[in-house]
């Protein structure tokens, strides 16, 4: 299997990360709200996608601004 190539990373990691968060965050929220009550599985799969909806396009725009303020309270790693 090939691999994308790297500019493609700015999009693929945020991408990923609000894909798997979204999905825990919701399926706890859903399970908290109703319980497993019937159409339980519904519930949270809209859930799911109106909240990964908004979460990718936010951690794409707060990504770079939260790596560069990692970079100035953490120091770089000697060679």
Do not use: D, Q, Y
């Not at 399926?27 to 519930?43: D, Q």
């Not at 936010?58 to 770079?64: G, M």
């Amino acid at each position: 299997m090939s691999k994308l190539p790297a500019f493609t990373a700015p999009i693929i990691l945020p991408l990923i990360v609000t894909f798997i968060m979204s999905n825990m965050i919701s399926g706890l929220a859903t399970v908290m709200a109703i319980g497993f009550a019937p159409g339980w599985g519904m519930a949270w799969f809209k859930a799911w996608m109106s909240s990964w909806a908004i979460a990718f396009p936010v951690l794409t725009v707060v990504l770079p601004i939260a790596r560069r303020l990692v970079g100035r309270i953490v120091e770089a790693p000697r060679p």
